[in-house]
């Protein structure tokens, strides 16, 4: 069975699925599956123009692309369920409580992804792994200013904005491939 990660922001229109084509190209190594969903989203929706650009930019065609609305099978179908903001993560774990301890706002898990020791886990996958560690990791570290683990919605902002945002994505998700890699 091949591990899979779930973004989730409010719409499914930017932030998720921005993340979602990112993290396609940095861990495109990984036998692992990226999905996204929104808190609030239309089902069948495209994503943002702004954000189509930014997911073209990894390479990929975000064409046929279409925004999904969060249901409970999405949460407890992923190893990994990592939000924008942390009232996403609060509606997450309201849906699925059995996720709480898999769920992180995306920033959050940035954050323990560099500070987490991996130790040994036979018979265990990278992703499950790094997600053990992380989780150990929150308990070690002091927890961060509130607007430290929300990431911005850039909706009604410029291109610059989405690419800011996007940006901020990346370094979140660096962490995150490099915990993986030492986990595997």
């Known amino acids: ?102 769920t992180f706002t995306l920033r959050q898990f940035g954050r323990l992804a560099a500070a987490a020791e991996v130790t040994g886990a036979p018979g265990r996958s990278p992703l499950r792994t790094a997600v053990i560690a992380a989780a150990r990791a929150r308990g070690r570290l002091q927890p961060a200013a509130p607007a430290a683990d929300d990431l911005r919605d850039p909706i009604g902002g410029s291109p610059a904005d989405f690419r800011r945002c996007a940006e901020e994505i990346e370094r979140s998700i660096r962490p995150v491939l490099a915990l993986i890699g030492t986990a595997g």
């Open 1 to 102: 069975m091949v591990d899979g990660v779930l973004f989730v922001c409010h719409a499914n229109m930017c932030r998720s699925p921005m993340a979602e084509y990112i993290a396609r190209r940095l861990l495109a190594d990984l036998p692992v599956s990226l999905e996204s969903a929104g808190t609030d989203a239309v089902d069948g929706a495209p994503m943002h123009p702004y954000a189509i650009d930014v997911a073209a930019g990894t390479g990929a065609d975000p064409a046929a692309f279409r925004t999904r609305r969060l249901r409970p099978e999405h949460l407890t179908g992923a190893t990994l369920v990592l939000t924008a903001t942390r009232r996403q993560r609060s509606v997450c774990t309201a849906l699925a409580p059995a996720a709480l301890h898999r």
